[in-house]
């Protein structure tokens, strides 16, 4: 069993910067992917960022390249999210996410085994 805990979500106006956190425990050792999803009300849960476990990042969405930065500290089992230049189309709730499968589909949500409580971003323009 792997347990992910994330933090840093928040409110900002549009071009503002968050950091979000998730701290994964139990058995990492399985795991061969961590990312971030999101998903906002009325829509499908979407892939933003995701990394190798040993903390390559492999996976930006097109919506956030070069806004969002993926980076992960492995001797404190975190990964961190940084988001720079806010848009209100950010908005959602960001979900972290991994994976045990050695082949994932960034895009499909059903190839993540175990994912966090979510923390709520919300950008006003």
């Known amino acids: 069993q792997v347990h992910l805990v994330e933090s840093g979500g928040g409110s900002v106006q549009a071009g503002g910067s968050l950091r979000l956190s998730c701290t994964a425990s139990?058995?990492?050792?399985?795991?061969?992917?961590l990312g971030w999803f999101r998903q906002a009300p009325g829509k499908e849960r979407e892939g933003v960022a995701g990394m190798t476990v040993r903390g390559i990042p492999i996976y930006y969405s097109t919506s956030v390249k070069d806004r969002f930065t993926l980076s992960g500290d492995s001797a404190k089992n975190q990964l961190y999210l940084e988001m720079n230049n806010l848009k209100p189309e950010d908005t959602a709730m960001y979900y972290c996410a991994a994976s045990t499968q050695d082949t994932v589909t960034w895009s499909r949500a059903p190839d993540f085994d175990y994912w966090g409580q979510g923390t709520q971003v919300t950008v006003s323009s």
């Open positions: 139990g058995s990492i050792h399985r795991l061969y992917y």
